[in-house]
């Protein structure tokens, strides 16, 4: 029996009596991060970052949450455990998992980039890397952030000058809080939907220093919202939500809007290619750096890319099907393909 094992409620470590993300209720959980698909309700006992905790309470309600500090060890039957920045979110977290000197470590999701909102990922030296792989293709090659928020914040401008609302649609979790914080003076309000305010409200409640930010409800005048910013995410798009923003523009921030045509494809007028997860390289640098010896590939391009890592050596690697990737940018066929009907 392995440490870790692949079963259909989710990732087990039998020995210590725990799972990682699972997806089905047990008595003890813990969690990466709070995207839905990576933390579900129903189970006994949640281990989460202290960042993490606030966002499971929004989402799931109260429950039997106990937060950590990343880098501290609890012993759970003989088992260490620690959580260690993933960079993905805030309090997103790979999760440490030693017994008897054998070492594996579960990524998350994660990106290699620091965002500086959701803790600097940490390669972990270990035996056995749980990596994801949602952006694992060679394609996929991120341009640094302050290049792309440049270019959010000339696309501002110029919908400013031509008397337009800047709609950015970006997940309320996590991308939300990162594009926020990097556009903050562009405009004097900046508007936001109610799930990216909930989450806003919930950090700010917590202790977090964000930018002021006003929720956009059915009293919002039409005439305040001219030329300022709105932050919604995606599922708000094509919506009847969207009248009150006329005349406006909509950009998507998702790492999907690298592949060429993706923004034309989704009657969007402008993509920017900022992504919450590892690109390729980040990937596969990641990989190396723990220096582990077996690989299991996770959801996204999981065969393709265990494959490239059994062809190049980098690892023996396997890939496991989980119930994760439905979340944020974890679903390249809806968020790409969709095309929208109207406005
Ligand atoms: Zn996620
Ligand atoms: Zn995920």
Request: aromatic share 10%; net charge negative.
């Given at each position: ?19 990682i993300d699972p997806w089905k209720p047990v008595d003890k959980a813990i969690i990466t991060h709070a995207h839905s698909d990576h933390a579900y309700a129903g189970h006994k006992y949640y281990l989460c970052h202290h ?150 409200e919930a950090l700010l409640n917590v202790g977090w220093n964000l930018p002021v930010v006003k929720r956009i409800t059915p009293d919002t005048p039409k005439e305040a919202l001219k030329g300022t910013v709105v932050i ?22 998702s790492g999907w809007m690298q592949v060429r045509g993706n923004a034309r494809r989704r009657n969007v007028d402008a993509g920017f290619a900022l992504s919450d997860h590892a690109d390729w390289e980040g990937l596969l ?59």
């Open positions: 029996m392995n440490l870790i094992n692949f079963t259909d409620k989710g990732l087990c470590c039998p020995q210590g009596d725990f799972y960042h993490t905790k606030p966002l499971l309470q929004l989402r799931l309600g109260d429950n039997n949450y106990e937060s950590v500090e990343w880098g501290e060890t609890i012993t759970m039957n003989g088992v260490k455990v620690s959580l260690h920045p993933a960079g993905h979110i805030i309090g997103s977290s790979q999760i440490r998992v030693e017994y008897k000197g054998e070492v594996w470590v579960i990524s998350g999701d994660y990106k290699t980039e620091d965002d500086g909102l959701s803790g600097k990922f940490e390669p972990i030296k270990c035996n056995t890397f749980i990596t994801e792989s949602t952006f694992g293709l060679p394609i996929y090659k991120w341009k640094p952030q302050q290049e792309i928020f440049e270019n959010i914040i000339n696309w501002i401008s110029r919908n400013k000058e031509n008397g337009k609302t800047s709609v950015l649609l970006a997940y309320s979790l996590g991308k939300a809080q990162r594009v926020l914080q990097h556009i903050k003076d562009t405009t004097q309000d900046i508007y936001v939907h109610g799930a990216i305010w909930n989450a806003h919604a995410p995606p599922s708000a798009d094509s919506s009847p939500w969207m009248k009150k923003f006329h005349p406006y523009s909509v950009g998507v921030c640098q990641s990989i190396k750096a723990t220096q582990a010896e077996r690989v299991f590939v996770t959801h996204g391009f999981q065969s393709a890319f265990s494959r490239y890592l059994n062809e190049e050596g980098i690892a023996i690697a396997a890939e496991v099907k989980t119930e994760y990737g439905s979340e944020d940018e974890e679903a390249p066929k809806q968020e790409v393909d969709e095309t929208k009907d109207e406005l």
